[in-house]
């Protein structure tokens, strides 16, 4: 048979051992965080119908789907998000999901965006949502819930920005651009504009979106709003009257910083140029930035979506959520230097002596029962070349037993940082790694 | 817009709370088990070139592959298997992999397969390899990683049944059938016997594959040897000449029980019927059963592949590997009323008291900083309304903080199981919980 050229698409990853070792302990305390704040596992398919996901996400996203027939002639599509899976979900089964519902769900998405620097086909999203309450507590709740994860995974530097898709709206009706289609394509253009820059996003307003000048400007003095949140509240409330989308975004916002009160602090700010592409935002909408990574993009973001799950069933159900990146996430920690690659997970290697393969074998289920982490060596090789091994792949110990030892009920260990070579009883030793510190999962 | 059905596709599922949170801690156990024996962890894309997939699995598995035409016009498809990925990987990177490698993958794979009872379109299957060792210590390695990973979840009777493929090729020289597609397609039929009985086998032997009456009559006999691995071996041996491929597998099989010697016990055994469908096996074959549901197909399958990897790296590099199928497992567990759904991750509701929510939202973060995980009821609502939220989702105590409670830094705690009410500081609160339990994650 012809040789099959190794390779992997573009915009998709192998995540090799030294990555995937810390990555899978992220993973990990990430599960454990949602479950802290309560959240509920779910998980769905991969592929939905195609009608699932279509509509949705604005016709960039639309564009973005890995769209097929399957073999019974299904138009079918791998999950672009996770949120319209969820919607989904909270429509099909009204009898076994009690509101409000708190889920979370950590699996791979797929886009075929333009690979570029944090951005892949294939990514892990961690999303963390609450439907079924309308109440800005559930918004300021998932703010919590973003710093603490960003903190449990060792992030110190970073900010979460919100802002109110009903004050762009609020904004928009100011300057006199009608709701719907050319708003959704403002706001569209307002979130590439950290990408893309002022001077292309104004050329884009103009051009794409219609916009005057004095419009754009307007928008740009708007988007630029700075300060503490207090005052930028003050001045939404000044320029939007009583009853107005953009009074409701305002006050919205104003709520979800006084359950936050003093906790906010300074990671968490009000940001009026954040847009989110996704056309089906109503209110509330996140991002969230490492500070020491400034264009790197948001590792986090989300916001409420008041009528996605009316979508799938008939009457509307509030729901508010945010997704974690863990991929651009990882990928920046790596860039920051403060994420590790780790070569092992066992801290032991069982070298098998010549001969003795069912004694090596032996010691090896003994120390796993005991619950040590080991490897042993499959096979009969060279006494150096195993212990070349245990170098390579990271190994503290190695443990040998030669027939001299068999005979005796004993083991040899050599503690590879130190070179101490010591005998110890195979009755005892697992206790004597326990008192290493061996025991244990990474 | 008009209203969308919310729906799966057949053969595809998900997995609401209730079983997702055993589903998920059974998953956290696997790594675990992985971990303790040395395995890396891998991950490969969902998405693979289609030429990566296709001659490997047979003609039967390549009818079943997801595959289509990506935005790029490149052919591609997604996973079949984790077998043919880590294969490539293996290949791909030979500088970054040290050699012998063992690693695991949980992961997804996609079939389009007839949905039948314990047999979906998507599962999960966690993989255990070793790679670059043509030693039958690793085969043995196997098995024990095998049973412990079944032990591990608390299952206690199953059975690994083991065989070679080459004691197959054997059985194919002794009654006449040229190695090579005669043979595969032979045993891809035995592979079938538990699922269509054999009556329908032979019929299949006798039409699809041209066997004569006597051939059928000899493959039976061969494949119903009974007893115990001692003399299965012993008849292997009578049966096949020195130096015949037969024999090999015999001896192959000799020693994989001897590596394991008397923990092999009951729970491991020869099995000659044992055939696995995939074109890629060379020698040692598994399957592991649960002992209580007889035909229920195998929860544990693998097998060792010595050429796999030399088609994309033009020499060979040997393997072995197993993987459990945890989807069809579960289903398992839930038929032998094995697994218990559960409806919580935390066992504590903070209520809200009306126009206290920045207090609740405090008390909950407090809990959380302790290590204690708790959900905050989203929003105002009566607290009748909030208790019954605290009962329909299972929890164990509920927490409220009124104003006359905040201005005493005390919250009332009510165990909902004994219906006792405590009025506890705020400040020992963390320690209040912890000492009943509460802390830690499910």
Same mark, same amino acid.
């Given at each position: 048979m012809a040789k099959v050229e190794p390779r992997v698409l573009k915009g998709f990853r192998d995540y090799l051992p030294p990555v995937m070792i810390p990555r899978r302990r992220m993973l990990e305390r990430i599960e454990r965080t949602f479950q802290r704040f309560g959240f509920l596992p779910l998980m769905t398919p991969?592929?939905?119908?195609l009608d699932i996901l %279509? +509509?949705?996400?604005g016709d960039e996203g639309e564009t973005l789907l890995y769209r097929f027939k399957d073999q019974g002639e299904r138009d079918v599509a791998l999950r672009y998000d996770l949120t319209v899976p969820l919607a989904r979900v909270v429509a099909q089964y009204p009898s076994e999901i009690t509101l409000p519902f708190r889920r979370y769900q950590v699996a791979p998405v797929w886009r075929a965006e333009k690979?570029?620097? +944090?951005? /892949? @086909?294939e990514f892990v999203q961690c999303d963390g949502d609450i439907v079924g309450s309308k109440d800005m507590a559930a918004d300021a709740e998932l703010v919590d819930l973003a710093r603490e994860l960003l903190r449990d995974l060792g992030v110190e530097r970073f900010k979460v920005r919100i802002s109110n898709r009903r004050v762009l709206t609020g904004l928009m009706e100011k300057i006199g651009v009608p709701a719907g289609t050319a708003e959704m394509g403002i706001l569209r253009v307002i979130d590439k504009l950290p990408k893309i820059g002022e001077e292309e996003t104004a050329r884009l307003l103009r051009e794409?979106?219609?916009? @005057?000048e004095d419009q754009v400007r307007a928008v740009f003095e708007f988007l630029d709003a700075r300060g503490d949140a207090a005052s930028i509240l003050e001045r939404l409330r000044t320029l939007f009257p009583e009853g107005s989308a953009g009074r409701q975004g305002a006050d919205e916002l104003a709520e979800v910083f006084s359950i936050l009160g003093d906790s906010a602090g300074s990671d968490v700010e009000i940001d009026l140029s954040i847009a989110r592409g996704?056309?089906?935002? %109503?209110g509330t909408i996140y991002e969230a930035f490492? %500070?020491?990574?400034? +264009? /790197? +993009?948001?590792v986090l973001a989300g916001g409420r979506y008041d009528r996605l799950i009316g979508i799938f069933r008939g009457e509307d159900i509030p729901g508010v959520g945010i997704s974690l990146g863990i991929d651009r996430l990882l990928e920046g920690l790596i860039e920051l230097g403060l994420l590790r690659e780790e070569r $092992?997970?066992?801290?032991i290697l069982v070298v098998v002596f010549e001969g003795m393969a069912p004694r090596a074998a032996a010691v090896a289920r003994l120390l796993r029962a005991g619950g040590i982490a080991c490897e042993i060596f499959p096979g009969q090789a060279k006494l150096r070349k195993q212990f070349r091994h245990a170098d390579e792949t990271g190994k503290r110990w190695v443990v040998i037993q030669g027939p001299d030892e068999a005979a005796g009920g004993m083991v040899k260990v050599k503690?590879?940082? $130190?070179?101490v070579e010591e005998t110890v009883a195979v009755d005892g030793l697992t206790a004597y790694f326990t008192a290493r510190g061996a025991a244990g999962a990474t």
């Open positions: 991969a592929l939905e119908y %279509t +509509g949705k996400y690979p570029a620097r +944090g951005r /892949f @086909r794409e979106c219609g916009l @005057r996704l056309n089906y935002y %109503t490492l %500070t020491d990574l400034a +264009g /790197f +993009g948001a $092992s997970v066992a801290p503690d590879l940082e $130190s070179g």
